[in-house]
């Protein structure tokens, strides 16, 4: 069992920035494929950004060059860093760990981009 706790959300202007937080719990994080996903209003939720075990990653299109994921094993904590904020990025993001047919979500933290 693990659970997910995100913070670091808020309201920005465009060209801002912001860094997501997910704390987990739980003994085996570093086995766990983590990842950030976001849902926007009346939109299907999308991945925003994966990390493995071996700290490979994975972004989504429209997040490339501007997003950094990245985790910590030592704390069991999972980042987000966010650039040159957009307009668009403005959605709920989640933070998600899996483990073989195991899928665990946090309740999500809010970001809102001003133009």
């Known amino acids: 069992q693990v659970q997910l706790v995100e913070s670091g959300g808020g309201l920005v202007q465009a060209g801002g920035s912001l860094r997501l937080s997910c704390g987990a719990s739980?003994?085996?994080?570093?086995?766990?494929?983590m990842g950030w996903y976001r849902q926007a209003p009346g939109k299907e939720r999308e991945l925003v950004a994966s990390?493995?075990?071996?700290?490979?990653?994975t972004y989504g299109d429209s997040v490339k060059g501007r997003f950094t994921i990245s985790r910590d094993g030592a704390s069991k904590m999972l980042y987000l860093q966010m650039t040159e904020l957009k307009p668009e990025d403005t959605a709920a993001y989640y933070c998600?760990?899996?483990?073989?047919?195991?899928?665990?979500w946090g309740q999500g933290t809010q970001v809102t981009v001003s133009s």
């Open positions: 739980g003994r085996t994080f570093s086995r766990y494929v």
């Open positions: 990390i493995n075990v071996g700290g490979r990653t």
């Open positions: 998600n760990a899996k483990i073989l047919r195991y899928d665990y």
